[in-house]
Every structure is written in structure tokens, then in C-alpha cells.
């Protein structure tokens, strides 16, 4: 189909999508640490995969939510021009996946419950990242969170973008504030591998539905935590105590299942993805 | 993929256009397209719909008989061609191997049983660009005679009980989406109620843009059945053809007890354009070919294709000998 032959409401679509996704990328939306600081208490930063270095895109340790304590691993982006470039963007590279698969060991060794926070447009393309076994590091990263045996919590916070987020999203429960996206691959790159364009993102937009409506649908997200109108980069705060309500409530769900249940369910689960 | 075929006896599929069309209790299909002396038997040609049938030996290198090797340009006659595994006997360039057409060249002769499981498809954006994606699935199975993008089948693989899961570049790109899936998660499955050792031959772009987020799902249903094979301590042994990326490499394909990989083969998560408008990076010098990344500790070996059985035997038989000792082993 050529664009010429395609109606105008179709490019109001696609701003419309587009619009959505750059809503989800708002720079001022609550980023992992601002939830760690605002939702946790006590938390210790760890560092390092113990094999090659600490990647600043992804961040964790122990914490409290409440009065439980958990493990906490989340994907920073940064909120300013230098802490951006310092943290890529969010994009991990493939120490950042081992660390946090040491993490989540840890808190397996001891019984604290993983709280993920996702927020990633994508695992970094890189030529680093590559040699270094990226696409090694999140089919690890999947199969310790399906076998991990202490209850598990993920909250994409903006973005989930490709298996650089299921690989810290594979939990018992998924929760999403409302505006953000949860995408097999950023727009771009999409419309790259579909219309080999990366400009029709706009399209590719419309095409996805990236929304996190669309993963909630399909039972790849549990809950959407509402966010105060006009969205959680104009009410922090708010957003953050929102998220935390709901976190605390699925955890104790969770805690009150037997960890062998938990595990039947979780892999009868992710067998039965979208089906 | 929603609809049966009628089971069809080995002896009237001969000569149907390379489609495999045997039900799980269908006798097995007679593989004959080895290097080892195979001499070509009419059954070999089943699930090779991409290539002419391997003809006499000594066909004129030019005409319908003959393959051009897509590393070198030249002709190649078409028995010459299947007998080297599709392994180019001039420039030794490893040539793309349909689904079907590598599982027969893995197993033992006369053990390949295709299953023909009905899966769903699935649309779950009602995606549509200019085609729509159903057509294009349908497209895809009528040009390539694979259900979808993953085929599994029974096997033995020098006389040891294989499932076989084998990647159809040419359905969509071995894209990874909802039905590809499930057919590779009951493959899993199988070796896991038969006690069979897995083996996959990945090919793949990655995910299936088309499915959206449903295709990132399948990197999870992959990884529930390939812990499933790990926890009931079946080896896993995993091939990487060219190409094998994304989601594919990020999930079932490097989860593998054993990673192997053939000569070249282009192998990592994002593709080298991807990276290079991402980052502005140059590009080192075979980068994300088998070799860098055997280099690099990533991958267990470099297999080229005429002993990939032997490999993949002799590994099967080291990683299945402790099971005699605790009496599972049949």
C-alpha cells in the first residue's frame, strides 16, 4: 500500500500511537531510583556481576517495602542529560542482566521476595554488549526468573521494550502504570524490520498498540496501576504511592501461597503465554 | 495453524512436492540425503520443497538439476549439492537447509516422524500491512511445506531417542510468534514424557514483529519448556545457523546444555545495522559470526556441517551415559 493511496485519518492514527508512546517516554515520569527513594526504606545499592564489571542501567539490593523486606532490581534511565548518558538510557548491557540474576540468587538464598522495576526501551545494541553475550545474558536471566524460588513482582514503570525487559519481568504477578508500553521492540526498531524504515514509527505505533493496555489484554500484565490525570510525570509522588499500594497488596497475596504453588503456577504460566 | 491433514501413507507422498504429511503415528520418513554414500531414495525428497529433487550424479552443471551456491554463484548439480549436506563443494560456503530437508540430514535413516501438532494461529493485533498477516502465514506454509516457523519431529540421532526442533528460515523469517511457540514448548514436552534428548536447529531472525507483544511472550513459553527438558536432566543441544538473532538467540537457542554453531554463521541479539545506527560504532571484523563469538566464550564449538551427526552424537551419548546409574535410561 502507498502512503498516497492510504486515507488521512490513518496518519491521525498514527500520531495518535506515536503521541502515546512519547507519553510513556515523558522525561519527567518517576524513574526506578525516585521509586526506590519514595516507595522503599533501608535500601543498600550492590554493585557488579562478579564476572566483568556494574552496569549503571540496572541498579538493586535489599530494601524494605513496608515492613517486609525485599530484593529490589530495577532498570534506571536516568533523569537529566549526564545521569542519562551515565546510565545508557536504561539499555542494559549483559552485565547488567548478571547482575541482576546475582541478585535474584541472593534473594532466593534468603527468602526475600524480588521486586522488579522495569524500565527499559531495549537491551543495548552494542558492539560490547554483543561480544559479551547479551542474548546469553537474558535467556539466563528468563529461566532463573521461572525457577526462582521466592515470590516475584515486576512494575513496568515507562518502557518494557523487547527481551531486555521480559528478562526482569518474568514474575508471578506484572503490574504497569497505565501510560506506559510494553513492546516486543521499540517502534523504531519495528518499523525498521517491518517497512524497513525506522521513520514509520509513527505507523508502526498504530500497528503494535504498544500500550500497556494491549499486554493486559493478552494476561502478559496482571494489573495497571492508575496514574493521576494527565499522567505520572505531573504527579510523582502520587504515581509512586499508587505503585507502592499495589505492590504491597500483591505481595501479600503472594506470600501467603506455598512457594511450590507459586512455581506450578508461575510455569503453567509462562507455558501457556497468550493462549 | 487450525486445520489436519490427512494422513498420507509413505508410499503416495512420493513425489508430492517435498510435503511432509505423516501424523504422529505415520511410519517414519526414509532420510537418504546424507553425505555418508546416501544415494538419494525417492522418500528423501519429502519436506525439501525449495530445491529440485536430487537427480542421476552426473547431471550437466547448468538446468533445472543443478543449484547455484549462494556464497560463490556457481552451479552445482543438484545430487552433488544434497549429497554435501548443501555445503557447497567449491567454496565451502554452508548454504541455508529447510526445516524439514536439516531434520532428515540429522536423523538416522528410516527415524524421522514429522508431528504435525494443530496449533491455533493466532492475530492478535489484526495486523495488517498491506497484506494481511494470516495471508502471509498462509503464504509461508504453502511456499515452504513447514507448518510454521519451528518443525519438531521424533527421531533417533546415531540410534539415541532425539526430539528434533528444527527453524524454517523461509516462514517469515523463522520469526518467533505465538504458534511457532507452542509447537516448540510441546516439542519440549515430548522429550521430556519420552525421556528423548532435545535437539534444535535455530534459525531465526527473532521475534515475530507481526504478533507484537504475544511474540515476546513466546521468549517465556520457550524458556518454560526448555527448564522443563533441564529439570528432567534430558540434554539439550542447540545449533545456530545463519542467521540467529534476537529473541530467538535471547531465549530457547542459547539455553542449551551444548551451544554449537556452523562455519560463519551470523549469530547475536541485535542485528549489525541495528547497532550501527544505534551507536555509531564501527563494526569489528567478523563480528557476530560463529568464530567471534566461539572466540569470545560464548559459544561451545564450530561444527561444519558434514560432521554435525557425529558431533551431536558423541555429545548425546557422553551427556546421556550417567543415567545408567541411577536405571532411568531404557
Keep these: 500500500m502507498t502512503a ?37 526504606s533501608d535500601f543498600t545499592e550492590l554493585h557488579g556481576d562478579r564476572l566483568f564489571g556494574d552496569d549503571p542501567a540496572v541498579v538493586g539490593g535489599p530494601a524494605r517495602l513496608g515492613e517486609r523486606w525485599v530484593m529490589v532490581v530495577a532498570q534506571e534511565k536516568g533523569v537529566d542529560a549526564d545521569t542519562r548518558a551515565m546510565r545508557n538510557f536504561g539499555m542494559p548491557h549483559p552485565e547488567g542482566y548478571r547482575k541482576a540474576m546475582r541478585l535474584m540468587r541472593l534473594a532466593e538464598r534468603f527468602h526475600l ?10 537491551a543495548h545494541p552494542g558492539v560490547g554488549a554483543e561480544e559479551r553475550g547479551q542474548a546469553w545474558a537474558i535467556a539466563a536471566s528468563l529461566a532463573v526468573m521461572l525457577e526462582l524460588r521466592v515470590p516475584t513482582v515486576a512494575a513496568v514503570l515507562s518502557e518494557g521494550g523487547s527481551g531486555g525487559a521480559l528478562a526482569l519481568a518474568m514474575a508471578d504477578r506484572v503490574l504497569a502504570l497505565e501510560n506506559a508500553i510494553y513492546t516486543v521492540a521499540p517502534p ?10 525506522a521513520a514509520q514509527k509513527g505507523r508502526a505505533a498504530a500497528a503494535m498498540r504498544p500500550g500497556v493496555d494491549t499486554a493486559h489484554l493478552l494476561g502478559l500484565v496482571d494489573e495497571l496501576v492508575p496514574e493521576p490525570a494527565p499522567g505520572a510525570h505531573a504527579h510523582r509522588a502520587v504515581a509512586i504511592a499508587g505503585l507502592r499500594g499495589a505492590l504491597e497488596r500483591h505481595l501479600d497475596a503472594l506470600q501467603r501461597v506455598p512457594i511450590d504453588d507459586l512455581l506450578s503456577t508461575r510455569r503453567q504460566r509462562y507455558r501457556n503465554a497468550d493462549a | 495453524m487450525g486445520r489436519h491433514r490427512p494422513g498420507v501413507g509413505a508410499g503416495s507422498t512420493r513425489g508430492d512436492a517435498g510435503r511432509v504429511t505423516f501424523g504422529p503415528s505415520s511410519p517414519p520418513v526414509t532420510a537418504g540425503l546424507r ?12 519436506g525439501m520443497a525449495q ?49 524439514w530437508a536439516r531434520a532428515v540430514q540429522l536423523a538416522d535413516d528410516g527415524t524421522l516422524e514429522p508431528l504435525h501438532w494443530e496449533v491455533a494461529d493466532r492475530d492478535p493485533l489484526g495486523f495488517d500491512d498491506g497484506v494481511p498477516y494470516p495471508a502471509r502465514v498462509r503464504a509461508a506454509r504453502s511456499a515452504t511445506g513447514a507448518d510454521e516457523a519451528v518443525v519438531v519431529g521424533r527421531a533417533e540421532l546415531e540410534g539415541l531417542p532425539v526430539v528434533l526442533a528444527s527453524m524454517e528460515f523461509g516462514f517469515l523469517g523463522g520469526s518467533l510468534g505465538s504458534a511457532a511457540g507452542e509447537v516448540f514448548a510441546r516439542g519440549c514436552e ?12 535455530c534459525i531465526s531472525g527473532g521475534a515475530r514483529m507481526q504478533e507484537g507483544i504475544a511474540a515476546l511472550a513466546q521468549m517465556a513459553r520457550c524458556t518454560a519448556g526448555t527448564t522443563q527438558v533441564a529439570a528432567a536432566g534430558l540434554p539439550y543441544l542447540s545449533l545456530l545457523a545463519d542467521p540467529c538473532f ?8 542459547t539455553q542449551a546444555d551444548v551451544i554449537l554453531a556452523e562455519p560463519r ?66
Design chain 1, 4 to 40: 498516497a493511496a492510504q486515507p488521512l485519518d490513518t496518519t491521525q492514527r498514527e500520531r495518535a500511537a506515536f503521541a502515546a508512546v512519547e507519553l510513556a517516554r515523558h522525561p519527567d515520569r518517576p524513574r526506578a531510583l525516585a521509586v526506590i527513594a519514595g516507595a522503599f
Design chain 1, 113 to 122: 521476595p524480588l521486586v522488579c522495576l522495569v524500565d527499559t526501551p531495549a
Design chain 1, 188 to 197: 523504531e526498531t519495528c518499523a525498521a524490520i517491518l517497512y524497513r524504515d
Design chain 2, 35 to 46: 553425505a555418508r554414500g546416501g544415494n538419494g531414495g525417492g522418500d528423501a525428497q519429502r
Design chain 2, 51 to 99: 530445491l529440485p529433487a536430487p537427480g542421476p550424479r552426473l547431471r550437466p552443471l547448468a538446468g533445472p538439476g543443478a543449484a547455484e551456491c549462494p556464497g560463490c554463484g556457481r552451479r552445482v548439480a543438484s545430487a552433488r549439492w544434497e549429497a554435501a549436506l548443501r555445503v557447497c563443494p567449491l567454496c565451502g560456503h554452508h548454504a541455508r537447509v529447510p526445516a
Design chain 2, 190 to 201: 515430548l522429550a521430556v514424557a519420552e525421556r528423548r534428548a532435545l535437539v534444535s536447529v
Design chain 2, 246 to 253: 534476537g529473541g530467538v538467540t535471547a531465549s530457547f537457542a
Design chain 2, 265 to 330: 554463521a551470523r549469530i547475536g541479539f541485535a542485528g549489525g545495522r541495528v547497532i550501527e545506527q544505534a551507536t555509531h560504532q564501527s563494526l569489528p571484523e567478523g563480528f557476530q559470526t560463529a568464530e567471534f563469538l566461539v572466540d569470545r566464550g560464548m559459544i561451545d564449538c564450530v561444527v561444519p556441517r558434514p560432521e554435525l551427526r557425529a558431533t551431536l552424537g558423541r555429545l548425546l551419548r557422553a551427556l546421556s551415559a550417567s543415567r545408567r546409574h541411577d536405571g532411568t535410561q531404557a
